[in-house]
C-alpha cells in the first residue's frame, strides 16, 4: 500500500445520478444533499419522458433551488465518458451487487435508520482492507468535509496490514477538515459489531473485486448487507 498523498482529496465524479423509481423520495434527498455538499450536478433518471415528476420528488428539490438538476430517461441513457456517483437503493443493491471497480462509478447503497438518511451523528466510517484503502480514505474524507462531519471513524482490517497509516490518516483528515476528530479503531471489530456499537451517517468501503469474478470483499459484503446507513463502495 502506498503512502496517502495530501492530494488531491474528493470524490472523482461529476454528477451524482438517482433513478427516482428505485430510490424513491428519501434517496433522492440523500442524492440531492450530497450533490449540494459536494458542488455536483444532480441527475435524476425517470422511465420515460412521459413521466410526471412525482409530487414528493418535487418537494424535496424546491428546498434546494439552487441545486443543478437534469434528467434522464431511461430509455434514452448512453453510456457516459464521465464518472457518475450513483445512489441506488438497497434493495437493487442486493438484487445486483455493486462492483464500483468494473465501470470506474462509485456508488452508493441508500439505506438505514431514518437518523443516519438525514446525517444526525454527524460521523462518517471509513472501513479500510488492503485492497482499495487509498480511495476508500479520499472519499471518507470528501464526504466529512462535504458533510461537515465531526468524527471519523477509520476500522482497519486487519489492522496489520495499515499499522504505518495512522498518522497519515490524521494529517490528511486535519489539513481537508479541521477540528474533525479521527478515531482508528485497532481492535478487530466485525461490520455489525461497529454498526452496532457506534452509529454513523456513512460507511465508506471499497467497491474492487478481490480478484477477477470474485466479488466484493468479505466487509464490503457484510456492509451491504448489516449496515445501519448509506454505504458508499469506492472504485478506486
Do not use: K
Amino acid at each position: 500500500m502506498t503512502a496517502l498523498a495530501p492530494e488531491p482529496v474528493g470524490v472523482e465524479a461529476t454528477r451524482v445520478v438517482v433513478d427516482v423509481q428505485d430510490c424513491g423520495p428519501a434517496g433522492v434527498r440523500w442524492a440531492a444533499g450530497c450533490a449540494e455538499a459536494l458542488g455536483l450536478r444532480l441527475v435524476l433518471r425517470v422511465a420515460s419522458e412521459h413521466d410526471a415528476v412525482p409530487a414528493d420528488v418535487a418537494e424535496v428539490l424546491a428546498e434546494l433551488p439552487s441545486l443543478s438538476v437534469h434528467w434522464e430517461h431511461l430509455d434514452d441513457v448512453a453510456p457516459w465518458q464521465e464518472s457518475n456517483l450513483l445512489v441506488v437503493s438497497r434493495s437493487s443493491a442486493l438484487a445486483a451487487p455493486p462492483l464500483a471497480g468494473r465501470d470506474r462509478h462509485d456508488v452508493v447503497v441508500v439505506g438505514g435508520v431514518p437518523a443516519a438518511l438525514s446525517g444526525c451523528f454527524g460521523v462518517v466510517t471509513a472501513l479500510i482492507d488492503p485492497v482499495g484503502a487509498e480511495g476508500v480514505l479520499r472519499r471518507a474524507v470528501a464526504l466529512c468535509r462535504a458533510r461537515r462531519a465531526t468524527r471519523m471513524r477509520v476500522l482497519a482490517r486487519p489492522y496489520w496490514a495499515v499499522r504505518d497509516l495512522p498518522d497519515a490518516i490524521a494529517d490528511v483528515v486535519h489539513a481537508a477538515c479541521p477540528g474533525v476528530i479521527v478515531e482508528l479503531v485497532r481492535e478487530a471489530r466485525s461490520v455489525r459489531e461497529e454498526a452496532r456499537l457506534f452509529p454513523t451517517d456513512l460507511l465508506v468501503v471499497s467497491g474492487r473485486e478481490r480478484g477477477p469474478a470474485e466479488g466484493l470483499q468479505p466487509a464490503a459484503r457484510a456492509a451491504l448487507h448489516e449496515a445501519a446507513c448509506p454505504v458508499l463502495f469506492s472504485c478506486s
